[in-house]
C-alpha cells in the first residue's frame, strides 16, 4: 500500500520536515547529531514512499542516538509534543516496533504514549503477532481508558485488515480474540473511537458476516452511538443487499417504491469529467417506509467484461405516497485502485438491497 502513496503525501518527511525533527531533537538532547542523522536521512530520500520515509526517520534517529532502548525512548517522549505533524510523530511508534522487541512493558507504555500524538495502530500490530494474548489483555484494559486516543489504539491496532498494514491472521481466523474490546467500545461517547470499532466490525464482515450481524443483534440499538456503530460497521454488508444487516437498521423490508425519470448526465463524458445521476423516487403505499438507496457502476474492465462497484446514496424514511427527488455528482476520474476504460458503464439503482431500476453511461476514448 505504501508504494502507492502519491508524491504529495511521502512529501510529509520531505527535507523541510526532516529539518524540523532534527532541531526539535537538538532541543530535547543536546548532544544530537544532527548533521549526522540529515545526511543519513536525506540519502535516496525521493526514492522512498511515505511508510518507508517514516521507517527511514525511526532507523535514522537509532543509528545516531549513542543510548540504550529506554533513555532513547525517555528522548522520544520529549521530543513528541514537538512535532509538527500528528502523522510524522508515528515514526516514534515505528521507533519502538524496531527496537524494543525484547522490551515488552516498556514498549508497550511507550505505544500508549505516543499514540495521543498521533497514532501506534501499526507499531502495535509487531506486538500482537509476537505475543497476541499479552497484547490483546493489556489493550483490553487500554479499551476502559479515560484517552480517547487510548481507547481507539485498543480497536484500530487489531483491527484484522487495517490498511497500510499486514493483517492479523489469528484475529481474522477467530474474531472473539478481540470481541471484549469492542464490547467495552460499542457505545463510546467518542466519534473517533466509534468509527474505528465499525471500521473493525467491518473489517470481520468480509471474513465472518454471520458473526457480526450475530453480535450486532445482541446490542440494544437504543444508544445513539451503539446505532452509529451498528450502521457503519454493516455498511458492506448493506452495499450487498445482506437482508439481516437491512433489518437491523430497519431497512429490511420490501420496497413499496416506483423510481422514475432515472438518467445520467452527460450521457457520454471523457475521462476526468463527471456525471450526474438523478432519478424521482415515489412510494405506492400509504404507510412510510424506511429505505436504503444505493447505486452500482458496472465498470468496464481491460478485457471488455465489468466489475460493479456500489455506492451509498441515501438512507431515509419516505412518508407514505411521498416522493423524493435524489441526484449525486460523481466525478470519473483514474484512481489508484481502479482504471477506466471507454465503453458502456451500466448504472443500477438499488432500495433495500433490490434492483428497481437501471440507466447508463458511456466513455469515449
Known sequence: MASEQSPALKEIFNAERLEHIASEMAVVYPAFDAKAFLKLAKTGLADLSVMQRMARVSECL?????????????????????????????????????????AFDESMQALKYFTAFGSSEFAIRHFLRSDLQRSLKLMHDWSLDDNEHVRRLASEGCRPRLPWSFRLEAVQADPRLAAGILDNLKADPSLYVRKSVANHLNDITKDHPEWVLTLIEGWSLDNKHTAWIARHALRSLIKQG?????????????????????????????????????FTLKSTVPDSQRLVIDYAIDYVK????????????????????????????????????????????????????????????????
Do not use: W
Request: aromatic share 4%; proline share 5%; with cysteine.
Open 302 to 365: 481491460a478485457n471488455g467484461s465489468t466489475s460493479a462497484k456500489v455506492f451509498k446514496l441515501k438512507a431515509l424514511t419516505l412518508p407514505g405516497n411521498a416522493t423524493e427527488t435524489i441526484s449525486r455528482g460523481q466525478q470519473i476520474k483514474e484512481q489508484t485502485t481502479r482504471r477506466h476504460y471507454a465503453g458502456r458503464h451500466a448504472v443500477h439503482i438499488m432500495v433495500n438491497g433490490e434492483r428497481l431500476a437501471s440507466t447508463a453511461f458511456e466513455i469515449k476514448t
Open 62 to 102: 537509532h543509528a545516531v542516538l549513542p543510548l540504550d532502548f529506554a533513555a532513547s525512548v525517555d528522548v522520544l517522549r520529549a521530543l513528541a509534543p514537538r512535532l509538527n505533524s500528528a502523522f510524522v510523530s508515528m515514526c516514534l511508534p515505528h521507533y519502538v516496533a524496531r527496537y524494543g522487541a525484547q
Open 242 to 278: 445482506n437482508q439481516r444487516a437491512l433489518a437491523i437498521i430497519g431497512a429490511g423490508a420490501k420496497p413499496e417504491v416506483e423510481i422514475v425519470g432515472v438518467k445520467v448526465e452527460p450521457p457520454v463524458i471523457g475521462l476526468g469529467e463527471k456525471i450526474t445521476l438523478s
